[in-house]
């Protein structure tokens, strides 16, 4: 099992000094952005105005109080389930790493990183905006899977997450959304 540790940590440190290595200015801004909790702002427009055209007013609005029951969970489950658990130090704050690293802002992120809460929040909102819209906007998936792949990326980039904690991340974010839109489905609110 060390092994197989070893070689995770192994291509986490390769992909992530890989991935970090090709920034410049022009990126540092845009990977920033896309980082930021507003980035997504425009995104949640969109989603909603596609749920009030499709939803009557209160299933809309009850699909909006689920979007924001996924990220509450997300968010908890990524810090007090993995983070506080695990206790994996980020990129930026290991000491064989974070001297090798581009720091953008000098931004750092919290001490620990298994799971990306960027990852699990993005890709648990995304999963459920295309469960719960799918039958009506069928190509949705195009639009949700690059964002979830940008922002997680942009976690990478900026140093702050291994590839690891962002699969990870989006890993918790899918079963999490998955498992509230079967239960949603069980008790008939969709």
């Known amino acids: 099992m060390s092994d197989f ?3 995770i940590e192994s291509f986490d440190h390769k992909v992530l000094l890989f991935i970090n290595s090709l920034n410049s200015p022009f990126l540092d801004e845009i990977m920033w952005i896309v980082s930021s909790v507003w980035f997504g702002l425009p995104f949640y427009v969109v989603f909603i105005v596609l749920l009030t055209k499709t939803y009557n007013l209160k299933q809309a609005v009850l699909m909006i109080i ?4 996924v990220v509450s969970l997300c ?4 810090k007090y389930f993995f983070k506080e658990v695990f206790e994996r130090y980020r990129p930026s704050h290991n000491l064989l790493l974070k001297d090798k690293l581009h720091l953008v ?3 750092t992120g919290g001490v620990y990183g298994f799971v990306s809460s960027h990852a699990a929040n993005m890709a648990g909102i995304s999963s459920m ?3 719960i ?4 906007f069928v190509k949705i998936g195009y639009l949700l899977v690059p964002f979830v792949l940008l922002v ?3 976690r990478v980039y900026l140093g702050v997450h291994y590839v690891s904690d962002v699969i990870g991340g989006m890993l918790l974010g899918f079963l999490i959304s998955f498992s509230l839109y079967k239960f949603i489905v ?3 609110i969709l």
Not at 75 to 78: F, Y
């Open 105 to 107: 802002n000098n931004y």
């Open 5 to 7: 540790i070893s070689i």
């Open 186 to 188: 069980k008790i008939k």
């Open 133 to 136: 819209l799918k039958h009506r």
């Open 66 to 69: 689920v979007l924001l029951v």
């Open 75 to 78: 968010d908890l489950s990524a």
């Open 152 to 154: 997680s990326y942009s």
């Open 129 to 131: 905006v295309y469960f």
